[in-house]
C-alpha cells in the first residue's frame, strides 16, 4: 500500500540554525499538507500547499517557515532559523484531489532544537 | 467549523466493543464528522467519516444521531493495538481544507 515517507525520523539543531524536513506524498496526490505536534499537545496545522502554492497557512507559519515541491515527488518544509520552541513532531501529509476526504499521514520527523 | 466535544479518556476490555461519543451540536448541514486516530505520536491515520447515514469499514461503524448534533464511533472487537487517541472532527466541505485537531479521546484496551 502507497504510504507518505519522512525523513529524517529524528533532527537534531542547534538554535538559528535552518533545516529541511522532506516528505515524499504518495506519487498521485495533489494536496500536501504540513502538520507539528509539540509534546504533550495538539496536532496542529501549518501549512496546505496545491498546485505550486500555498492555498492555506495558520498563524503559526509565519516568515521563518517555507514550503516547497522542489521536483515531482518531494515536498519540503524550511524552517530558517529555529528556535527552542520549534521543537515537535512534524507531520506531513497528502491528499488525492480535492473532493476527497482522506488525508494520508506520514510517520513524522522528531525536530529537537537544542 | 463547529467544535466538537470528547471525553478525554476511556478504558475497554480487549475483545469487547469501544463505543467512542462525540457532540457536535452546532454542526451545519454541509459539514462532515471525520474520526481519525493517533497511535504513540505516529502519523494521524483515517478511521471513517460520514454526513447524516451511518457507515461501516473494515476498521470501525460510525453512528450518526438523526439531529446529527452527536456521533458515536464503534469499534466493534477492540485490540491492544486499538489503544490510541481518537479524534472526532467536524469539517465543512473537503476541496484541499485542512483538519482541526482537538484533544481527542485517550482510548486504553485493557487485556
Known amino acids: 500500500e502507497p504510504e507518505v515517507t519522512q525523513t529524517p525520523s529524528h533532527q537534531v539543531t542547534q538554535m538559528g540554525q535552518e533545516v529541511i524536513l522532506r516528505c515524499v506524498p504518495i506519487?498521485?496526490?495533489?494536496?500536501f499538507y504540513w502538520y507539528r505536534q509539540i509534546l504533550g499537545q495538539k496536532v496542529e496545522f501549518l501549512v496546505s500547499?496545491?498546485?505550486?502554492?500555498?492555498?492555506?497557512k495558520s498563524e503559526i507559519f509565519d516568515d521563518q517557515f517555507s514550503v516547497e515541491r522542489p521536483d515531482g515527488s518531494n515536498f519540503t518544509l524550511k524552517i530558517r532559523s529555529t528556535k527552542l520552541e520549534d521543537s515537535a513532531m512534524y507531520f506531513c501529509?497528502?491528499?488525492?484531489?480535492?473532493?476527497?476526504?482522506?488525508?494520508?499521514f506520514g510517520p513524522g520527523t522528531r525536530l529537537t532544537v537544542t | 467549523d463547529a467544535k466538537t466535544t470528547q471525553p478525554p479518556s476511556m478504558d475497554c476490555a480487549e475483545g469487547r466493543a469501544a463505543n467512542l461519543p462525540c457532540n457536535h451540536s452546532?454542526?451545519?448541514?454541509?459539514?462532515?464528522v471525520y474520526w481519525y486516530r493517533q497511535i504513540h505520536s505516529q502519523g494521524p491515520q483515517y478511521i471513517i467519516h460520514?454526513?447524516?447515514n451511518n457507515e461501516t469499514n473494515e476498521m470501525a461503524s460510525l453512528i450518526i444521531t438523526e439531529d446529527r448534533k452527536s456521533s458515536t464511533l464503534i469499534l466493534p472487537h477492540a485490540t491492544l493495538r486499538d489503544t490510541a487517541v481518537y479524534y472526532c472532527?467536524?469539517?465543512?466541505?473537503?476541496?484541499?481544507?485542512?483538519?482541526?485537531f482537538g484533544p481527542g479521546t485517550r482510548l486504553s484496551v485493557l487485556p
Open positions: 501529509a497528502s491528499k488525492i484531489t480535492g473532493v476527497s476526504y482522506e488525508q494520508y
Open positions: 506519487s498521485n496526490h495533489l494536496y
Open positions: 500547499f496545491y498546485n505550486n502554492e500555498i492555498s492555506e
Open positions: 452546532t454542526i451545519s448541514g454541509n459539514e462532515y
Open positions: 460520514g454526513l447524516k
Open positions: 472532527i467536524v469539517k465543512g466541505g473537503n476541496y484541499g481544507q485542512n483538519f482541526v
